[in-house]
């Protein structure tokens, strides 16, 4: 989940924690992403921005495997539809994310994910932006815990780095199913944290279905402090195209 620190209402088009798994080299994969706010802030993070109250934002994720440790992608088109009935078009993202091979049968696995971001001037106070998150994650018997560390750049300086961590506990209950607890923060920049009051912090109840030809992630969240969305609700569906 990318939370821009503009007033940390922010708009997203993705929540999900990264877990290291990515498209076998030579296979194409395309990931759905929605989210809908039902109760959120009547009043955009920055002036001219979109008002997160019922609005749904979404994205296809276009992935190819390159090498059994590198995975590319594009997100297009970026999208929203408002409360008031408009679609708008946000923008777009090139990603290049590099793991361990095999993260899925690893007892530790870790990795890198790079964003880069072009905004339309309704979805980001930055025409330009980056997000760089880490990946590190255990898998102990049907327990899976995961953090993925998020610094997203708005290439303003070291100082203006917004710290945005994501966190996954999860419980595989078959090989099909898996209940999850998810924790999308985000601090501030780095030079300075918010107060704790004026930090996001949303905590999403997850149920994850591996199937095929798709896979699904349906998840509810609510906010923990006044500078959060109330309530999220999340949708994930991937498959492979090949």
């Known amino acids: 989940m990318v939370a821009r620190c503009a007033a940390l209402y922010a708009q997203t088009d993705e929540i999900q924690v990264y877990d290291g798994q ?12 929605n989210n809908f706010t039902p109760d959120g802030p009547t009043s955009p993070a920055f002036p001219g921005g979109l008002v997160p ?15 059994p440790w590198m995975e ?34 690893r007892s530790f696995f870790y990795g890198v994910n790079f964003e880069f971001s072009y905004n339309t001037a309704h979805w980001d106070a930055s025409r330009y932006s980056q997000e760089i998150r880490g990946i590190l ?21 070291i100082g203006q780095l917004d710290f945005a961590p994501a966190t996954r506990l999860a419980y595989h209950l078959d090989g099909t199913w898996t209940l999850a607890a998810e924790e999308y923060d985000d ?26 030809p798709w896979s699904v992630e349906g998840g509810l969240g609510f906010g923990l402090t006044r500078a959060s969305d109330k309530a999220v609700l999340k949708l994930i569906l991937s498959r492979d195209l090949n």
């Open 22 to 33: 990515i498209a076998a080299p030579e296979i194409f994969n395309l990931t759905l992403h």
């Open 53 to 67: 109250d019922h609005t749904l934002n979404g994205v296809p994720e276009w992935a190819y495997g390159v090498r």
């Open 72 to 105: 590319a992608g594009l997100y297009l088109p970026l999208y929203s539809y408002t409360a008031g009935g408009h679609v708008l078009f946000n923008g777009l993202k090139l990603r290049a994310l590099f793991v361990i091979p095999d993260a899925g049968r």
């Open 137 to 157: 994650g255990w898998h102990l018997g049907p327990w899976d815990l995961i953090f993925n560390p998020i610094l997203d750049n708005g290439f303003k300086g």
């Open 187 to 212: 601090f501030g920049h780095l030079q300075r944290f918010q107060p704790a009051d004026a930090q996001s912090h949303q905590l999403f109840g997850v149920l994850d279905y591996s199937g095929r």
